[in-house]
């Protein structure tokens, strides 16, 4: 197997794997140890990936999730962009960071693509923490941020979600430190005023935001994509509307917890 990078900082395209029948010992260290080093794994060309399959190559990186599926690819979701959750604009984020156990990597393979092409954008939260000035490291170091989730898609009956996180996160496999803070859901900085709080949260979030931070990842129809939740941040920079064609990404996700007893967690500490 090689490795070709995606950016400088961050994600390899892993060329020559079979990602219908490949995963000896030898190629699954390879790939946890790039996948530690790189933060997104993108295999292309490979076909399409059934169900089960999916789920397999996931769990090389970690214990999957279950989601509200029923039968034995409950696993398996489907973000489609007929639906709200698989087309509407999402700013940066890392997912579930509003929750006490956020999820730990996500691995998307591509079963429809529109005729005019679709994106998403990542960038690296072991970067956007490495390249901090060391006296700007020495002012987060101590600091904690409060991640807030509060539904706008009412048809999903979701509570309100809060969490509270180091801004200087530590991954809980590689032991680096992580800026883990991101537009979508950095509330406020615990320890300062509010006015500090809103200037510090801008001023990170402009740098890690910057168009030299980013990787833009155009789909081709059969990709599969791993990455590392906690590492790095992804964003859906533009509507997708259906209208231009279909988009369906499977997806599978590592987590502790799955989503319903999150949930269930946070209508009860809602109502408290």
Known sequence: ?????????????????????GGSADEIAALRAAYDQYQILLFRGGGRIAPQRHVEIASWFGPPGPVSNSGPDNFVSVLKNDEAAGSMQLPFHSDLTYTDVPIKGICLHAVEVPPAGTSTTFVSNVNGWNKLSEARKEELA?????????????????????????LRFTHPRTGKPLLLCTEHHADRILEVDEVRSKTLIAELLA???????????????????????????????????????????????????GLPELIERARARQAA
Request: no cysteine; hydrophobic share 40%.
């Open 1 to 21: 197997m090689e490795f070709r990078p995606l950016h400088p900082d961050f994600g390899v395209e892993v060329l020559g794997f079979d990602t219908q029948n």
């Open 142 to 166: 101590g600091l904690t941020l409060r991640h807030l989730y509060v539904s706008n898609m009412p048809e999903y009956g979701w509570p309100d979600f809060v969490a509270d996180h180091p």
């Open 207 to 257: 740098d890690q935001y910057a168009q030299d931070r980013r990787f833009v990842h155009w789909w081709q129809l059969d990709d599969l994509l791993m990455l590392d939740n906690l590492a790095v941040q992804h964003a859906r920079t533009e509507h997708s509307d259906p209208s231009g064609g279909a988009r369906a990404l499977q997806r599978v996700a590592l987590a502790e917890v």
